[in-house]
C-alpha cells in the first residue's frame, strides 16, 4: 500500500486532514505527518490536533508515494520556509501523485509547480492560481496527470473518492 | 483630520490593527472598522478584538481619507467577499493612501491593483506579489504613490510613520 507524506502545519483546515486520513487509513494506506518542527500542530477549528512524525528538513522525499496538502492556514505558513517548497520541488519531480485542497495550491505556487496545469482551490486563492499560471477550473475535483485538487471542505467526498482511485493505480 | 476606513476581518494580526490604530487616533484621526458583518472580529493571537462600524457592502468608499489593511488571516477571508474586493477597488480610483501590511496585498492582488507597483509584504506571499506584477522589494516600508507598504510585525515602526508622515500631507 502507499505510504502518504502529509505536509501540515498549524492552523490547518481540521476535516481537510482528519476525513481524507481516515479514509486512506481505512484503505490499508500508511500515513506519516510532515511538518517544520516535531510538535503538535492544532486544526483552526480546535477539532483535530497532529503529532508531527518527520522534519521536512531531515526528510528524503523519495520515499513517499504520494502528498497530502490539506487547507486553512496550514499551506501559507508551510511556504514561508524553505526547506517546505524545496521538498515539495523534490517530490513534484517523482511525478508521484499530489493531493492539494483549498489553500493548498499556495505552496505550489510558491514552489512554481502549476504553470500551465489544470487546478481548483479556494475562492479567496484564485487569482493567485490564475497569475501564476494555473488554469484555474471551479470544480469539485480537478485532475491533472499526477496532480489532484478541490475547492474546500465540502469537496472533501469527491476529492477522496479521487485520491483513492489514483492511488489505486500506483505500481508499489 | 484624516478619516481611516479599517478593513479587518476575523484572525487579523493582532499588533498590526491596535498599534498603527493607536498612533492614528494620538494624531488626531478618525478610525472606522470596516468588515463584511456588525460583529465583533478576534485577533490570531487572542489580543485584541475589533468592533466592525460599518458593514463594507453599505458602505461609500468616497468618504474616507485613508485606507489601513491589517495582516494575518484577515486579508485572506476579505478577498473571498467580492463586496471587499470593489470596494478597495473603488477606492482606488480616489488614488488616497492604501496602508497595507504583511499579508494585505492579497487584498490588492485579488483586487488586481499591484501590476507595476513597487509594494512589499509577508514573506510567504512574495511569490504572489511578483505573479501579479508586483515589484516586490525587501524593506521594511515600500511607498509608491499612495501606496505603502511593510512586510510585518517588526516593521510597525517604520509603517507608522510612513503612514503619518503620508496623512500629514493630505489636503483635507
Given at each position: ?149 478541490s475547492?474546500?471542505?465540502?469537496d472533501i467526498?469527491?476529492f477522496i ?12
Amino acid at each position: 500500500m502507499a505510504k502518504i507524506g502529509v505536509m501540515i502545519d498549524k492552523m490547518f483546515e481540521d476535516v481537510e486532514y482528519t476525513q481524507p486520513v481516515k479514509a486512506f487509513q481505512e484503505a490499508g494506506h500508511e500515513i506519516i505527518n510532515l511538518g517544520i518542527r516535531k510538535i503538535e500542530v492544532n486544526g483552526k477549528k480546535g477539532k483535530a490536533s497532529v503529532q508531527i512524525d518527520e522534519k521536512i528538513a531531515d526528510c528524503d522525499s523519495s520515499k513517499f508515494d504520494a502528498i497530502l496538502i490539506p487547507g486553512g492556514c496550514s499551506p501559507d505558513n508551510l511556504r514561508g520556509e524553505p526547506e517546505a517548497v524545496e521538498f515539495i520541488q523534490k517530490f513534484s519531480e517523482t511525478n508521484r501523485p499530489i493531493f492539494a485542497i483549498c489553500h493548498a495550491p499556495q505552496l505550489l505556487i510558491t514552489a512554481q509547480l502549476i504553470d500551465g496545469r489544470k487546478i481548483t482551490g479556494w475562492k479567496s486563492i484564485v487569482q493567485d492560481i490564475k497569475n501564476a499560471g494555473g488554469k484555474y477550473q471551479d470544480q469539485e475535483v480537478v485532475e491533472d496527470g499526477n496532480l489532484i485538487s478541490s475547492r474546500g471542505p465540502s469537496d472533501i467526498p469527491a476529492f477522496i473518492s479521487a485520491c483513492l482511485k489514483k492511488l489505486d493505480n500506483i505500481n508499489y
